[in-house]
Protein backbone atom coordinates (compact mmCIF):
# COMPACT_ATOMS: atom_id res chain seq x y z
CA UNK A 1 0.00 0.00 0.00
CA UNK A 2 2.42 2.30 0.75
CA UNK A 3 4.15 1.78 -2.53
CA UNK A 4 1.34 2.22 -4.21
CA UNK A 5 0.87 6.02 -2.93
CA UNK A 6 4.39 6.82 -2.98
CA UNK A 7 3.89 5.66 -6.57
CA UNK A 8 0.91 8.01 -7.12
CA UNK A 9 2.30 10.83 -5.42
CA UNK A 10 5.40 10.94 -7.81
CA UNK A 11 3.04 10.39 -10.76
CA UNK A 12 1.61 13.99 -9.60
CA UNK A 13 4.26 15.44 -8.82
CA UNK A 14 5.92 15.04 -11.99
CA UNK A 15 2.48 15.44 -14.04
CA UNK A 16 1.83 19.37 -12.11
CA UNK A 17 2.90 22.11 -14.29
CA UNK A 18 5.60 23.88 -12.80
CA UNK A 19 5.85 27.17 -12.26
CA UNK A 20 9.41 28.74 -12.89
CA UNK A 21 10.38 32.62 -12.86
CA UNK A 22 13.23 34.30 -14.26
CA UNK A 23 14.72 37.23 -12.95
CA UNK A 24 13.13 40.41 -14.41
CA UNK A 25 16.13 41.56 -16.80
CA UNK A 26 15.92 38.37 -18.26
CA UNK A 27 11.93 38.85 -19.51
CA UNK A 28 12.64 42.09 -20.16
CA UNK A 29 15.99 41.38 -22.53
CA UNK A 30 14.03 38.70 -24.43
CA UNK A 31 10.77 40.44 -24.75
CA UNK A 32 11.77 42.26 -27.49
CA UNK A 33 8.64 43.66 -29.74
CA UNK A 34 10.45 46.27 -31.72
CA UNK A 35 9.51 45.43 -35.68
CA UNK A 36 12.35 43.73 -37.23
CA UNK A 37 12.96 44.43 -41.19
CA UNK A 38 15.14 43.13 -43.78
CA UNK A 39 16.46 45.91 -46.43
CA UNK A 40 15.93 45.35 -50.76
CA UNK A 41 16.97 46.94 -53.76
CA UNK A 42 14.47 47.08 -56.40
CA UNK A 43 16.36 47.73 -59.94
CA UNK A 44 14.31 49.29 -62.27
CA UNK A 45 12.70 47.55 -64.87
CA UNK A 46 12.99 44.08 -63.41
CA UNK A 47 10.24 43.43 -61.14
CA UNK A 48 10.02 41.01 -58.47
CA UNK A 49 13.68 39.39 -60.14
CA UNK A 50 15.37 42.63 -59.47
CA UNK A 51 14.69 42.51 -56.09
CA UNK A 52 18.44 42.64 -54.44
CA UNK A 53 18.91 41.63 -50.65
CA UNK A 54 21.04 44.71 -48.63
CA UNK A 55 24.00 43.21 -47.40
CA UNK A 56 26.93 43.85 -44.84
CA UNK A 57 31.20 43.63 -46.62
CA UNK A 58 33.11 45.08 -43.81
CA UNK A 59 31.27 48.59 -42.72
CA UNK A 60 29.56 49.06 -46.15
CA UNK A 61 26.36 48.26 -46.99
CA UNK A 62 26.13 46.90 -50.35
CA UNK A 63 24.08 44.59 -52.63
CA UNK A 64 24.76 42.15 -55.44
CA UNK A 65 27.82 40.00 -53.87
CA UNK A 66 28.47 36.05 -54.11
CA UNK A 67 31.16 36.17 -51.38
CA UNK A 68 32.36 37.31 -48.54
CA UNK A 69 29.22 39.55 -47.67
CA UNK A 70 26.48 38.89 -44.50
CA UNK A 71 22.75 39.55 -44.64
CA UNK A 72 21.17 41.19 -41.77
CA UNK A 73 18.34 42.53 -40.43
CA UNK A 74 17.56 46.26 -38.90
CA UNK A 75 15.24 46.54 -35.46
CA UNK A 76 13.32 49.50 -35.39
CA UNK A 77 14.32 50.66 -31.93
CA UNK A 78 12.22 53.45 -31.48
CA UNK A 79 13.05 57.92 -32.35
CA UNK A 80 12.75 56.82 -35.54
CA UNK A 81 16.35 54.85 -35.03
CA UNK A 82 17.74 51.34 -36.08
CA UNK A 83 20.06 49.20 -35.17
CA UNK A 84 21.64 46.27 -37.65
CA UNK A 85 21.63 42.81 -36.68
CA UNK A 86 24.22 40.46 -38.10
CA UNK A 87 25.47 37.34 -37.83
CA UNK A 88 28.22 37.43 -34.93
CA UNK A 89 28.02 40.96 -34.38
CA UNK A 90 25.93 42.54 -31.75
CA UNK A 91 23.34 45.35 -32.49
CA UNK A 92 24.79 48.75 -34.18
CA UNK A 93 23.08 51.91 -35.42
CA UNK A 94 22.52 52.50 -39.17
CA UNK A 95 22.67 55.93 -40.11
CA UNK A 96 23.53 57.83 -43.07
CA UNK A 97 26.84 60.27 -43.52
CA UNK A 98 27.23 63.27 -44.86
CA UNK A 99 27.65 62.21 -48.24
CA UNK A 100 24.60 59.52 -47.84
CA UNK A 101 26.41 56.52 -47.87
CA UNK A 102 24.68 54.47 -45.18
CA UNK A 103 26.78 53.92 -42.10
CA UNK A 104 27.22 51.23 -39.51
CA UNK A 105 28.00 52.62 -35.91
CA UNK A 106 30.11 50.75 -33.73
CA UNK A 107 27.75 51.25 -30.93
CA UNK A 108 23.68 50.64 -30.54
CA UNK A 109 21.16 53.42 -31.24
CA UNK A 110 20.84 55.22 -28.17
CA UNK A 111 16.74 56.12 -27.53
CA UNK A 112 15.68 58.56 -25.31
CA UNK A 113 18.55 60.68 -25.50
CA UNK A 114 16.72 63.55 -27.60
CA UNK A 115 17.77 63.08 -31.51
CA UNK A 116 15.36 61.62 -34.28
CA UNK A 117 17.07 58.59 -36.59
CA UNK A 118 15.17 59.68 -39.75
CA UNK A 119 13.97 56.17 -40.54
CA UNK A 120 10.55 55.47 -41.23
CA UNK A 121 8.89 52.47 -42.48
CA UNK A 122 5.16 52.96 -44.59
CA UNK A 123 2.87 50.89 -46.22
CA UNK A 124 0.30 48.53 -45.39
CA UNK A 125 1.08 44.73 -45.64
CA UNK A 126 4.90 42.92 -45.22
CA UNK A 127 6.55 45.21 -47.16
CA UNK A 128 7.29 48.52 -46.40
CA UNK A 129 8.80 51.56 -48.33
CA UNK A 130 11.94 52.99 -46.38
CA UNK A 131 12.15 56.32 -46.12
CA UNK A 132 15.14 58.93 -44.31
CA UNK A 133 14.45 62.22 -43.03
CA UNK A 134 11.92 61.82 -45.60
CA UNK A 135 14.43 61.37 -48.83
CA UNK A 136 13.67 58.34 -50.89
CA UNK A 137 16.24 58.70 -53.59
CA UNK A 138 18.53 55.68 -52.99
CA UNK A 139 21.65 54.88 -55.16
CA UNK A 140 24.36 53.31 -55.54
CA UNK A 141 28.38 53.17 -55.67
CA UNK A 142 31.46 50.83 -57.13
CA UNK A 143 33.59 50.69 -54.37
CA UNK A 144 36.31 52.87 -54.18
CA UNK A 145 38.39 50.24 -51.86
CA UNK A 146 37.91 47.31 -53.31
CA UNK A 147 36.28 47.97 -56.83
CA UNK A 148 36.60 44.10 -57.98
CA UNK A 149 34.89 42.31 -54.70
CA UNK A 150 33.62 45.53 -52.69
CA UNK A 151 30.35 45.73 -54.47
CA UNK A 152 27.92 48.45 -55.03
CA UNK A 153 27.77 50.51 -51.95
CA UNK A 154 24.11 51.77 -50.84
CA UNK A 155 23.65 55.46 -50.40
CA UNK A 156 20.65 58.24 -49.91
CA UNK A 157 20.60 61.20 -51.63
CA UNK A 158 21.30 64.26 -49.63
CA UNK A 159 21.66 67.83 -51.11
CA UNK A 160 22.37 68.56 -55.02
CA UNK A 161 25.50 65.89 -55.65
CA UNK A 162 26.30 62.21 -55.47
CA UNK A 163 28.76 60.14 -54.42
CA UNK A 164 29.83 59.29 -57.81
CA UNK A 165 29.65 59.82 -61.53
CA UNK A 166 26.62 57.44 -62.96
CA UNK A 167 25.29 56.39 -59.68
CA UNK A 168 22.74 53.41 -60.10
CA UNK A 169 19.27 54.21 -58.93
CA UNK A 170 16.73 51.68 -57.15
CA UNK A 171 14.10 52.11 -54.52
CA UNK A 172 14.70 50.38 -51.08
CA UNK A 173 11.79 48.22 -49.90
CA UNK A 174 11.56 46.85 -46.58
CA UNK A 175 9.98 43.63 -45.64
CA UNK A 176 8.90 43.02 -42.00
CA UNK A 177 9.71 39.66 -40.39
Same mark, same amino acid.
Given at each position: ?30 ? /?S #? ?7 ? @? !? *? ?7 ? @? ?24 ? /?L ?8 ? !??? @????? #? *? =???? /?? &? !? ?8 ? *???? =? ?12 ? #????S ?7 ? &? ?16 ? !? ?10
Amino acid at each position: MLFKTLLISATAVLAAPIACEQPQEHVEANS /NS #NPKYSLNAI @L !P *GQGASGMKG @LQIRGDDIVYGLTQGYSYFKLEAVGD /NLVNVESPGQG !PRE @LYAAD #N *G =ELVI /NE &H !PAQVGKGYDG *GWKF =EGDGPVKSVTYYGA #NEWYSCTSKDDPL &HGGQVVYIKKGDNYACKD !PIHFTVAATKE
